[in-house]
C-alpha cells in the first residue's frame, strides 16, 4: 500500500475516535442535565437524521471536489458541533450538527479507497478501514469513559479554572467535548495532506432537484442489481443492529453488572474489539466473490445475543461482547467491499456511498426510535434484549432464505 493510503487511515482514525467519544460525552451532558432515559437513543437519532435528509446530496458533494477536501470540510462542521454543546445550545440540536458533519464526510472516506485502489485490494483496504475504525471505536469508548470520569476531570478542571478563558467548561462532560473537539481540529490537518486525486464521476448538475431524481435513480440501481441488493440489505441490517446493540449494551452494564457511564463506555469497547477480530478474519479467509457465504453467521450473531440475559460476571459479559463483535465483523467486511465495487462500476464512488448510508441511517433510526420506545414503555433491559435478538437472527435468516443460493457470485 501506498503512503496516501496511510494518510487517509490516520486521518480516519482520529475523525472516529472522535465521533466515538463525543457519544458518550453527550450522553453523560444529557445526564448531568437530568433528561429522561429516552433521550439517549433520540441523541443518536438527531446524528443520523443528517444522514437520511442529506443522503440525496451529500454522494454529489463527495464527487465534485477531490475527496480529501470533503473530509477538510466535513470535519470542521463536526469541530462546529462541539462548539456549539460548549456554548449551551441542546445537546439533541448540537449533536445533530455534528451529523451533519458526518453525513458528509462518509461517502468520501469509503469513496476515496475505490478511487486509489484497483478492486482486487478493496476487501484488504476495507479490513484495514474497518479494523482501524474499529480500534478508533475501542479508544474513543475508553476515552469518553475516561473524560466523563469525575476522578480525571476535576483535577483537570481546576487547573483548566486558572486559565483567563475557560469558555464556560465547569463540568466532566463539557470538558471530555472540548477535547474532543481538539481532536477534530487534528484531522482535519490531516486532511489536508491526503493525496488529491481526479474527479471520477463529476456530478452533471448541482440543481437540487436534478439530485433528489439522480439519487433516487442511483437507489434503484443498486436495489436492482443482485449484488447491490443482497450486500446492501445486509450492511444496512448490520449498522442499524450496531447503533442500537451499543445502546443496549450501556443500559445492560448497569443493570446486569452495576456499572456506571464510564465503566459501561469501556465496556461497548470489548464489541469493537470484536469487530477488528472479525475483520482480520474475513481478510484472510473470505474472497468478495463469496461474500455470500458469510450470511449464516449473521443468523448465529442474533442468537448469540440472546446470551447476554443470564449473564452477570464481567468476564463472560467481556467474552460475549468479543464473540457478537467477532461475527458482526466476519460477516459486514467482505459485504460492504462487494457493496462498494458493485456502486463504483455502476454509479460512482461518492453516490453509491450516499445510498448506502441513507439505507443504513433509516435502519439505524428506526431501530434506535423502536429502542426509544421500549425505553419509554419501562421494558426491561431482558425483554428489549430479546426483542433485538430475535429480530436481528429472524432477518437475517429471511436474507439468508432470499439469497443463499447465491453461493459463487463470480460474475463480477
Known amino acids: 500500500m501506498a503512503l496516501g493510503f496511510y494518510i487517509i487511515l490516520a486521518a480516519q482514525f482520529l475523525s472516529a475516535l ?14 448531568q442535565l437530568n433528561a429522561p432515559n429516552w433521550h439517549t437513543p433520540v441523541l443518536q437519532e438527531a446524528f443520523v437524521f443528517s444522514y437520511i435528509v442529506l443522503a440525496p446530496f451529500v454522494g454529489a458533494f463527495a464527487d465534485s471536489m477531490p475527496k480529501g477536501r470533503v473530509m477538510f470540510i466535513s470535519n470542521n462542521i463536526k469541530f462546529v458541533g462541539c462548539v456549539a454543546m460548549l456554548f449551551g445550545v441542546d445537546p439533541l440540536l448540537a449533536y445533530g450538527l455534528a451529523g451533519l458533519g458526518a453525513a458528509a464526510y462518509s461517502p468520501a472516506k469509503y469513496g476515496i479507497l475505490t478511487e486509489y485502489l484497483p478492486p482486487e485490494k478493496l476487501v484488504l483496504a476495507n479490513s484495514w478501514m474497518e479494523g482501524l475504525t474499529v480500534l478508533a471505536i475501542i479508544l474513543g469508548a475508553v476515552l469518553g469513559g475516561v473524560l466523563v470520569n469525575p476522578g480525571f476531570a476535576q483535577p483537570m478542571l481546576q487547573i483548566w479554572d486558572m486559565q483567563p478563558f475557560n469558555f464556560g467548561i465547569d463540568s466532566a462532560p ?5 477535547i474532543i473537539a481538539l481532536i477534530y481540529v487534528a484531522a482535519a490537518i490531516v486532511n489536508l495532506y491526503i493525496p488529491r486525486l481526479p474527479i471520477d464521476h463529476k456530478p452533471l448538475s448541482r440543481d437540487p432537484v436534478f439530485l433528489l431524481k439522480e439519487f433516487f435513480h442511483c437507489f434503484r440501481l443498486l436495489w436492482k442489481d443482485p449484488l447491490g441488493q443482497v450486500s446492501l440489505a445486509v450492511t444496512t441490517l448490520f449498522w442499524g443492529a450496531g447503533a442500537t446493540l451499543r445502546l443496549i449494551v450501556l443500559a445492560w452494564a448497569g443493570i446486569a453488572l452495576h456499572y456506571d457511564i464510564g465503566a459501561a463506555a469501556r465496556l461497548t469497547a470489548w464489541v469493537a474489539i470484536g469487530i477488528a477480530i472479525g475483520a482480520v478474519l474475513a481478510a484472510r479467509f473470505v474472497k ?6 458469510v450470511l449464516p453467521v449473521g443468523i448465529a450473531m442474533g442468537l448469540i445475543v440472546l446470551a447476554m440475559i443470564p449473564v452477570t460476571s464481567p468476564l463472560l459479559a467481556i467474552v460475549l ?7 458482526g465483523g466476519y460477516f459486514v467486511v467482505p459485504m460492504n467491499a462487494l457493496l462498494q465495487h458493485r456502486g463504483h462500476l455502476l454509479m460512482g464512488a461518492g453516490s453509491s456511498i450516499a445510498v448506502q448510508n441513507f439505507n443504513e441511517n433509516i435502519s439505524m433510526f428506526l431501530m434506535l426510535m423502536l429502542y426509544a420506545v421500549m425505553e ?9 434484549i430479546l426483542v433485538f435478538g430475535l429480530l436481528l437472527a429472524g432477518t437475517m435468516g429471511a436474507l439468508y432464505k432470499r439469497h443463499g443460493h447465491d453461493q459463487d457470485l463470480g460474475q463480477m
Open 321 to 327: 461482547l468479543v464473540v457478537i463483535g467477532a461475527m
Open 18 to 31: 472522535a465521533d466515538n467519544a463525543l457519544l458518550f460525552a453527550a450522553i453523560a451532558l444529557l445526564k
Open 376 to 384: 419509554r414503555l419501562d421494558l426491561h433491559i431482558y425483554t428489549i
Open 174 to 178: 463539557q470538558l471530555a467535548i472540548g
Open 288 to 293: 468478495i466473490e463469496h461474500s455470500v457465504k
